[in-house]
């Protein structure tokens, strides 16, 4: 059974989805973008009340790394308050302008994995075999192509929690995140890839630590503004930089995002306010209407400005 502000199956947000785009067919549709390395079927969440308008988009993902479960509760959450309140007309209009796209769980076989035994919990990687291994996964936030492993990978497939895949790509997860990417790279103008680690939201340059993208300001103030509308919640701020700063790692969704579909804002977001990787259920229904306050603040500046 499902319930928002615990930790879901992926069957069950799975069928919450298909109960939402149900209930409310003229603004939730999903759009099945292909299968897993285990075969479950990704669905992109897309709410938007002016289909035909061509709004900017924003994309939302999370969940790459499986054992980060608030990404997907915090995602899944995103998508049922961005239908409700709509309905309500309580959105002071963030979706009369942009629409939204939404995966909530980019990683399923990982996340149903770390999900199957307390020994398993940690498990970070996606759960993939290749031939040339007799070892599984590949951390999806290293597997992107654009600078791919020149920075923080691993070519351990076997010992690593940050094994980059026998090439950029070789996921079938991060293929289906990236074909989302540049096949919408028109519409899209911000970029979020939710995560759990030590309250950052960071963007590119991601792989290095040595240079800022030309129009850094830029991501740093919406950055900015976000964590203050967290806090202004009552949440916990952010600590906004790049994330080469924090520390360097290439073939994150982010720098992809920004680097090589040219959106023009691009983050990762690290929900966590000190638990790391194992946040605690029962601080969901606290935490996550906070961090929505911040989605608001992004939906507004991205319909101010594009
Ligand atoms: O290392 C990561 O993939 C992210 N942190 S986590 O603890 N959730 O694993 C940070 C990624 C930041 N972006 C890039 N380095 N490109
Ligand atoms: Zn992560």
């Given at each position: 059974?499902?319930?928002?502000?615990?930790?879901?199956?992926?069957?069950?947000?799975?069928?919450?989805?298909?109960?939402?785009?149900?209930?409310?067919?003229?603004?939730?549709?999903?759009?099945?973008?292909?299968?897993?390395?285990?075969?479950?079927?990704?669905?992109?969440?897309?709410?938007?009340s002016q289909p035909e308008a061509g709004n900017p988009v924003i994309f939302v993902d999370a969940g790459i790394h499986s054992r980060e479960w608030v990404a997907p509760a915090m995602a899944t959450y995103l998508i049922s308050r961005l239908a409700t309140d709509s309905d309500?007309?309580?959105?002071?209009?963030?979706?009369?302008?942009?629409?939204?796209?939404?995966?909530?769980?980019?990683?399923?076989?990982?996340?149903?994995?770390?999900?199957?035994?307390?020994?398993?919990?940690?498990?970070?990687?996606?759960?993939?075999?290749?031939?040339?291994?007799?070892?599984?996964?590949?951390?999806?936030?290293?597997?992107?192509?654009?600078?791919?492993?020149?920075?923080?990978?691993?070519?351990?497939?076997?010992?690593?929690?940050?094994?980059?895949?026998?090439?950029?790509?070789?996921?079938?997860?991060?293929?289906?995140?990236?074909?989302?990417?540049?096949?919408?790279?028109?519409?899209?103008?911000?970029?979020?890839?939710?995560?759990?680690?030590?309250?950052?939201?960071?963007?590119?340059?991601?792989?290095?630590?040595?240079?800022?993208?030309?129009?850094?300001?830029?991501?740093?103030?919406?950055?900015?503004?976000?964590?203050?509308?967290?806090?202004?919640?009552?949440?916990?701020?952010?600590?906004?930089?790049?994330?080469?700063?924090?520390?360097?790692?290439?073939?994150?969704?982010?720098?992809?995002?920004?680097?090589?579909?040219?959106?023009?804002?691009?983050?990762?977001?690290?929900?966590?306010?000190?638990?790391?990787?194992?946040?605690?259920?029962?601080?969901?229904?606290?935490?996550?209407?906070?961090?929505?306050?911040?989605?608001?603040?992004?939906?507004?500046?991205?319909?101010?400005?594009?």
């Amino acid at each position: 059974s499902f319930n928002i502000f615990g930790y879901n199956s992926f069957g069950a947000i799975q069928g919450y989805l298909e109960e939402l785009a149900h209930k409310f067919p003229n603004l939730v549709q999903l759009q099945e973008l292909g299968k897993s390395f285990e075969g479950r079927t990704m669905k992109l969440v897309k709410i938007s009340s002016q289909p035909e308008a061509g709004n900017p988009v924003i994309f939302v993902d999370a969940g790459i790394h499986s054992r980060e479960w608030v990404a997907p509760a915090m995602a899944t959450y995103l998508i049922s308050r961005l239908a409700t309140d709509s309905d309500s007309m309580q959105i002071g209009g963030i979706l009369d302008g942009v629409d939204w796209y939404i995966l909530p769980v980019v990683n399923p076989d990982g996340y149903e994995y770390s999900r199957s035994s307390a020994n398993k919990r940690l498990w970070r990687k996606t759960r993939s075999k290749t031939t040339n291994s007799r070892c599984y996964g590949v951390d999806g936030n290293r597997n992107y192509g654009f600078k791919w492993a020149v920075s923080g990978v691993s070519n351990d497939p076997c010992h690593a929690e940050t094994f980059a895949g026998n090439k950029a790509f070789s996921e079938p997860e991060t293929r289906m995140v990236s074909s989302v990417m540049l096949d919408n790279k028109q519409r899209i103008k911000l970029y979020v890839s939710l995560h759990s680690y030590g309250q950052y939201l960071v963007y590119p340059w991601g792989y290095t630590g040595d240079y800022l993208p030309k129009q850094w300001k830029k991501l740093d103030n919406m950055g900015k503004a976000v964590s203050v509308a967290v806090q202004r919640a009552g949440g916990k701020p952010f600590k906004v930089m790049s994330a080469g700063k924090w520390y360097p790692a290439a073939g994150g969704s982010d720098d992809f995002a920004y680097g090589a579909a040219g959106i023009p804002y691009s983050y990762t977001m690290e929900l966590t306010e000190g638990y790391e990787f194992t946040f605690p259920e029962s601080l969901l229904s606290k935490t996550l209407p906070q961090v929505y306050e911040g989605f608001k603040e992004f939906g507004k500046r991205i319909k101010k400005e594009f």
